[in-house]
């Protein structure tokens, strides 16, 4: 097998035979056996190559979703003896790392206090070991990070990158253990096992996604994107935030200066393009324009967006903004805009005791043409409660 293992193409093709045959159920042992020259020395990249094969061939991500962890235990070994230079100490993902090791230190206090709160049985042990789960939630900034900045890039300098969908897959799954757990210590004496259940769910997301990081996504993202980008990264980074540790001190990213400031004609008025920048900044609703290649092309600004964007996201396709469960919902609205069978699509649900309106319109030009979708998200909690009128000599 020494030629296989010398070839890169030949050793990705065995890699990926060993991994359909696993998946279509061939005996375990003398299959990780066989292939055992081959993975004991499986790589970062290749991981991500063949993960992203699978996909690429068809399988679906929930199926891709359910063996990676299968998959990964056979690679584990290799994958933590594989060494890789460490990012600098300024850089976007140590920062993210620093965050790892902070989550892992209240990981290590919940389970500490898990142990006396489920042996006990006592409501003050759970009203703390609830308190210490809650400060997991700051940690969903660390995912959107990854989600709208570290993944973009990567999908642009890495070929085998379709896999960093699965990856979101398990984040939303962090999401929705949060969740769960929220709802079960209302009456925690009363749901001790399905806490224990649910907790147990969440330490077997968020541990396997942090080595999943460190020794596969991060390793081939520092090989990958160019060193010029990753100060824009951690610029980029401002807006959502860190957790845990003190935000980083970046530098501005300036623009070049205008040599000429040209005005733009909009038919029923001429503004210059700082003029349209903060009319659209200050309305108070978040918009996004995606143009007829599915690609985004530009979002508002602002304070108070509702949801995360940054730049990192311009030009990229609309498909890969949106965790997986949810991409053919995407593209069934903006195939109708395109076939013209529809001209708006409309959607409501409630996000932090907040009503949230959520509303897509196709953008056509004088002829009818499609050129692109808008997408309109707005904060409705107080417009819901407005009764009676109030006119404008009335306001004070």
């Not at 030629?3 to 299959?31: C, D, H, K, V």
């Not at 990229?316 to 997986?324: A, G």
């Not at 805009?337 to 509303?359: E, P, V, Y």
């Not at 499609?370 to 819901?384: C, I, N, P, V």
Request: with cysteine.
């Amino acid at each position: 097998m020494s030629e296989i293992i010398n070839s890169p193409y030949q050793r990705l093709q065995e890699l990926l035979t060993f991994t359909r045959a696993m998946i279509n159920g061939e005996p375990g042992y003398p299959l990780v056996k066989k292939f055992q020259p081959i993975t004991d020395k499986v790589t970062p990249t290749e991981t991500m190559e063949v993960l992203d094969t699978l996909i690429k061939e068809g399988m679906p991500i929930e199926k891709v979703k359910a063996w990676v962890p299968k998959i990964l235990n056979v690679f584990y070994n290799s994958l933590k003896e594989f060494k890789w230079e460490l990012p600098s100490h300024h850089h976007f993902l140590h920062y993210l790392m620093e965050e790892n090791r902070a989550v892992e230190n209240v990981l290590e206090d919940i389970r500490t206090i898990s142990r006396t709160a489920f042996s006990e049985k006592r409501k003050e042990d759970f009203e703390l070991l609830r308190q210490r789960i809650s400060d997991l939630i700051p940690y969903e900034l660390h995912y959107i990070k990854k989600e709208n900045i570290l993944f973009p890039y990567i999908e642009k300098a890495f070929e085998g990158h379709r896999c960093l969908s699965v990856m979101w897959s398990f984040h939303d799954d962090y999401r929705q253990s949060i969740k769960s757990l929220d709802n079960l210590f209302q009456t925690p004496l009363q749901n001790i096992s399905e806490i224990s259940r649910q907790l147990g769910k969440l330490f077997f997301v968020i541990k396997p996604i942090i080595f999943r990081e460190e020794q596969i996504v991060f390793p081939v993202a520092l090989r990958a994107i160019p060193q010029k980008q990753w100060e824009a990264m951690l610029a980029q980074s401002e807006e959502i935030g860190w957790c845990y540790i003190a935000p980083p001190k970046t530098e501005k990213i300036t623009k070049q200066e205008k040599t000429e400031k040209g005005m733009v004609d909009l038919d029923t008025g001429i503004l210059l393009p700082e003029q349209i920048k903060w009319m659209l900044n200050t309305l108070p609703v978040d918009i996004t324009f995606i143009d007829d290649k599915d690609e985004v092309r530009y979002f508002s600004g602002g304070e108070g967006r509702i949801f995360h964007r940054s730049k990192a996201v311009i030009g990229r396709k609309v498909q890969n903004c949106h965790p997986p469960e949810s991409v053919h919902m995407v593209e069934q609205i903006v195939n109708a805009f395109k076939d013209g069978s529809r001209n708006h699509a409309d959607f409501w649900l409630t996000m932090k005791d907040r009503f949230i309106h959520i509303r897509y319109f196709a953008v056509r030009d004088e002829k009818g043409n499609y050129q692109g979708t808008l997408e309109m998200s707005q904060d409705a909690t107080e417009l819901r409660s407005l009764q009676g009128q109030r006119r404008l000599l009335e306001w004070d």
